[in-house]
């Protein structure tokens, strides 16, 4: 699609350009942003439209919605049509919030004051190795999501979309079939879990997480037409975990915290493998790609960084931290995408 900027498009601008180009992020990711909360792409779901049009729908100022769109249409996201009307493209089609995979959510979320203060105190973390949040807000990530309700509900909504993209991606690269009883430890409200069951007709498993967030995964089961063959255990993965289970999943845990937190989640996993030589630990999390390669999870991971220390890990990262807790990895991951790590025991005497 002509318009979108790619690799292709700006190599052939001078260096100088490309370097301003990249700086011209903050503008671009505002400008998404506020398209995704007036609903534009919803409003085009039926068809072209003209600006005044949009404008009175939406009740904004007609020529400065219409040099927004300008400008997202200069990236793809939008088309200006020769007679004015702006139409949707492949991109803008993901805005729409009733489509399947819509990304209209996760672009509220990366527009967020809580995103913008956080990467404006990057300098904090650079300078001191401290979540730029915390200096940015006073506070953890976290208890800010408690304190803000509205900011919990949208980051809720962002992550359950991804969750729900990724979970795809990891059954059909992954046979979590193999596994008769499945734990899946921090698993949020059982979407993953969920997922997993209804694929796998034989297994069974069980959910642990904080008991206010596992309130609602009954409900959730049920829905799935999976609940006679799943348990809810309310806990903490810093704590003594279930044991019994032939594999423990981790999605998307690990990358919030440091090596020494997360090797104490790996030991309280290894305890619950205890006396199960064949059992195993998965871990799904983005695998961070070769240096000067692009990959999202190095831009991830610089979210880990500035929300509460955690980091996405590249294999050889991976492999340092599973040795620290007695593990080691037994396939081989693709790097520069979301993936399962399988792991297992290092066997005594190694």
Known sequence: MTGVVGPAMTAALPPHVQLLLLT???RISRVLHVLAELGIADELAAGPLQVPELAARTGTHADSLGRVLRVSAAFGVFEEQEDGRYALTD????????????????????GTEMLWRSYGSLMHTVRTGRPAFEEAYGHGFFEHLEEDPEAGALFDRAMTGMSRATARMLLDGYDFGRFARIADVGGGRGFFLSEVLAR???TRGTLVDRPAVVEEAPKLFGDAGVADRVRVVPGDFFQELPKGHDAYVLKAVLHDWDDERAAAILGRIHEALENSPEGRLLICEFLVGPANQWDRGKLLDLDMLVRFGGRERSEDQWRALLATAGFELVNDPVPGRWAVLECRPVPAGR
Not at 91 to 110: E, F, K, T
């Open 200 to 202: 796998h007709p034989e």
């Open 91 to 110: 991109l803008s089609q993901a805005l729409r919030s009733d489509v399947p995979g819509s990304q209209r959510d996760m672009v509220l979320y990366n």
């Open 24 to 26: 011209d992020g903050k």
